[in-house]
T-cell receptor
């Protein structure tokens, strides 16, 4: 079954509105990564969060890692048309092994209306 | 120079045929991956190689056979193609294991099985 849950699946906003996508895991994550995939493109790494309660900012993007390291969020302030794409969270899952598999959430497809 | 390059970008073929996708990375990374992205954008790990050694095989059918001739190359051969194999296949690489660091993705190979 899916290890990393992400909601919502789709989000349509007017340019200038804010946007948030949420990621949840049933197990504690050692870290969480965020990727962006533009339409027709490939996933591109945005950031990695490692510490409990960590908050990182990249211009209009704010990333948070929960205190229990089981959830994370990406918030975009004042969206622009260049923000269009699918945002994925990804977390390592260890199945009784030291080798973690990086599992991706299902992604949130963001559409921005001008 | 493209960091992770895949060929071909598009494949269209009939059911039952065999096809291969090639991947090369010039980042000097030790670990390479194949991910499958379905029509709903779900990214699922298939295989991972570390220094030419298979370290992750995510219960993929035997019809899929990866090969890593050296740590800069990871190829994927698919036998007896089925309709359900239609997807975008992404090659990726990372310096160490993806569970601890970012993935660099290729541009993807879109496979359509008719």
């Amino acid at each position: 079954g899916q290890q990393v849950m992400q909601i919502p699946q789709y989000q349509h906003v007017q340019e200038g509105e804010d946007f948030t996508t949420y990621c949840n895991s049933s197990t504690t994550l050692s870290n969480i990564q965020w990727y962006k995939q533009r339409p027709g493109g490939h996933p591109v790494f945005l950031i990695q969060l490692v510490k409990s309660g960590e908050v990182k900012k990249q211009k209009r993007l704010t990333f948070q890692f929960g205190e229990a390291k089981k959830n994370s969020s990406l918030h975009i302030t004042a969206t622009q048309t260049t923000d269009v794409g699918t945002y994925f969270c990804a977390g390592p899952v260890y199945r009784g092994s030291t080798l973690g598999r990086l599992y991706f959430g299902r992604g949130t497809q963001l559409t921005v209306w001008p | 120079d493209t960091a992770v390059s895949q060929t071909p970008k598009y494949l269209v073929t009939q059911m039952g045929n065999d096809k291969s996708i090639k991947c090369e990375q010039n980042l000097g990374h030790d670990t390479m991956y194949w991910y499958k992205q379905d029509s709903k954008k779900f990214l699922k790990i298939m295989f991972s190689y570390n220094n030419k050694e298979l370290i992750i095989n995510e219960t993929v059918p035997n019809r899929f056979s990866p090969k890593s001739p050296d740590k800069a190359h990871l190829n994927l051969h698919i036998n007896s193609l089925e309709l359900g194999d239609s997807a975008v296949y992404f090659c990726a690489s990372s310096r160490g294991l993806a569970s601890t660091g970012e993935l660099f993705f290729g541009e993807g190979s879109r496979l359509t099985v008719l």
